[in-house]
């Protein structure tokens, strides 16, 4: 097999994100840039140099509905993968895969079929009592961690103990099956979206509480932006959201710092 390297996975995952904006903006569906790929499109018009993946978010409602168009659409190119469509997809949010690549990740647990892809979040309301939001937010972290351990090969903790305990955890999530624990997780991230509250958070969160709860005006409007050679979707106040969940988002990290998030090889189907 033909190993691709990095630049060579950001164009495939270019393509990847053309072919979503197309199908978002012929079904009239908002989504927006998220996370490291927001910050690429405003800091450097495109992806970070160093980052190897492209992640996009839409509130619950318009995911709902391009994730039923991307699971009914024939494509030579590309498929879409959740736990619906594979049943060893252990994430509770999607991919769209390209379909004619092979990717391998070290730490976590084999998924067949898997391939380079964009990541697609969707975003929940959370109730405005602080105390409903706390005990909501601290269940969706509990069962978000029992996925982690679930799809995780290996155990990190740092003395025996420490990885004694990780292993019969690890054991005890696989005893509950990723199906359960999909299941409430689902249940709990959903549990306020028939109310008006003014927040929301993403379905896979991966920073700190007040960092990862945004004001919903944020999505309320999105607008074309340029990203390498791409136009695509961004949240009119990005600065507003990328400054609460990451401060001074505009100052480059270290340079020890500017690495991708993925332990992987990508290859090409022969």
């Not at 391009?66 to 252990?90: A, S, V």
């Not at 976590?108 to 005990?135: C, H, W």
């Not at 054991?171 to 249940?187: A, P």
Request: contains cysteine; aromatic residues 12%; positive net charge.
């Amino acid at each position: 097999m033909k190993e691709i390297e990095l630049e060579e996975m950001k164009k495939i995952e270019l393509a990847i994100l053309q072919h979503i904006d197309h199908i978002c903006r012929e079904n009239k569906i908002e989504y927006f840039l998220t996370a490291g790929s927001l910050i690429g499109a405003i800091r450097h018009k495109g992806m970070i140099p160093w980052d190897d993946d492209i992640d996009i978010g839409l509130k619950r409602e318009d995911y709902n509905k391009l994730i039923k168009i991307l699971k009914n659409e024939r494509n030579n190119h590309y498929f879409l993968m959740d736990h619906t469509t594979q049943k060893d997809y252990f994430y509770p949010y999607a991919k769209l895969i390209d379909k004619r690549t092979i990717l391998q990740e070290k730490v976590v647990r084999k998924i067949n079929n898997y391939g380079v892809f964009v990541d697609i979040f969707a975003y929940d309301i959370l109730p405005d009592n602080i105390q409903l939001r706390d005990k909501r937010y601290k269940r969706q972290k509990k069962i978000e961690r029992q996925i982690i351990y679930y799809g995780t090969k290996e155990v990190f903790g740092k003395n025996k103990l420490r990885r004694l305990l990780e292993i019969i955890y690890k054991k005890y999530c696989e005893m509950l099956g990723i199906d359960y624990i999909l299941k409430r997780y689902h249940k709990v991230c959903m549990q306020y979206n028939d109310t008006d509250g003014q927040d929301m958070i993403s379905n896979w969160p991966t920073v700190k509480k007040e960092e990862a709860i945004q004001k919903k005006e944020y999505f309320n409007q999105v607008i074309d932006w340029e990203f390498d050679g791409l136009k695509v979707k961004i949240p009119e106040k990005y600065d507003e959201f990328l400054t609460n969940m990451y401060g001074d988002y505009m100052t480059l990290p270290a340079e020890e710092e500017r690495n991708g998030k993925h332990n992987m090889k990508v290859y090409w189907k022969e």
